[in-house]
């Protein structure tokens, strides 16, 4: 039996974050467009390009999102925050017509992730950004489990090129789940096991019973 020295943290869902997945962590530094609506006084090392000590308001410059995040107030406005290209109108009419066709790994590696994340700030096409979102999940998500499901035994490598992270990690889940069957269905496999999900409700339910 396979141990494993690490257990993967899923990341978060949604808005939410896990502050514990390596992919959420790495989900944090991804860089925003934004401009400063107000002076910051002794932070100009933030802007590589200029050499000031201070950042001026109006400066348009690059932040990680977990530093946009903390700075970034709806009620006091000392940030505002520019939607990244992909998540613009011209490439949401193009992910409507047809998301399979579009590599999203090459546009970010984080294309659900970053667009669930950019609905904390205020933005007047939040709503459309959700959509298209959601949307490009929907459309996408038959055609990866489909690739994962008829890939036995071969090279996966043009197939998962360009997924999103998380088109990857399902795509892996589906691949495991294959491998299993096939496992099994050759009499590799000495036992079923009951899903975790089976098992941690069949735990609860013990520990409800004996409280």
């Known amino acids: 039996m396979e141990t494993q020295s690490y257990m993967p943290v899923p990341p978060g869902v949604g808005m939410e974050e896990n502050f514990l997945s390596l992919d ?3 989900l944090s530094h991804e860089r925003l467009p934004c401009r400063t609506e107000s002076a910051f006084p002794r932070l100009g090392f933030l ?3 200029s050499d000031n000590r201070d950042i001026s308001e109006g400066t348009k410059m690059e932040m990680p999102l977990w530093l946009a995040k903390g700075l970034y107030e709806r ?5 505002s925050v520019e939607l990244p290209k992909v998540y613009r109108e011209g490439w949401r009419t193009v992910f409507s017509a ?3 066709v579009v590599d999203l790994h090459k546009m970010g590696p984080y294309y659900y992730g970053l ?9 007047p096409e939040n709503a459309e ?3 298209t979102v959601l ?3 929907i459309g996408r998500f038959r055609r990866t489990m489909d690739s994962a499901q008829n890939a036995y035994n071969e090279d996966t490598s043009a197939l998962v090129e360009p997924l999103d992270s998380l088109e990857r990690a399902l795509f892996k889940v589906g691949q495991n789940g294959l491998n299993a069957f096939q ?3 050759m009499g590799r496999a000495s036992h079923l096991t009951a899903s975790s999900l089976v098992v941690n409700y069949r735990k609860r339910k013990i520990t409800d019973l004996q409280a």
């Open 98 to 100: 047809d998301p399979t």
């Open 129 to 131: 950004i959700a959509q």
């Open 24 to 26: 959420d962590i790495l």
């Open 75 to 79: 009620t006091r406005r000392v940030l």
């Open 183 to 185: 496992r099994w269905e």
């Open 47 to 49: 802007e590589k390009s």
């Open 115 to 123: 667009g669930s994340q950019l609905l904390h700030f205020h933005n």
């Open 135 to 137: 949307q490009t999940f």
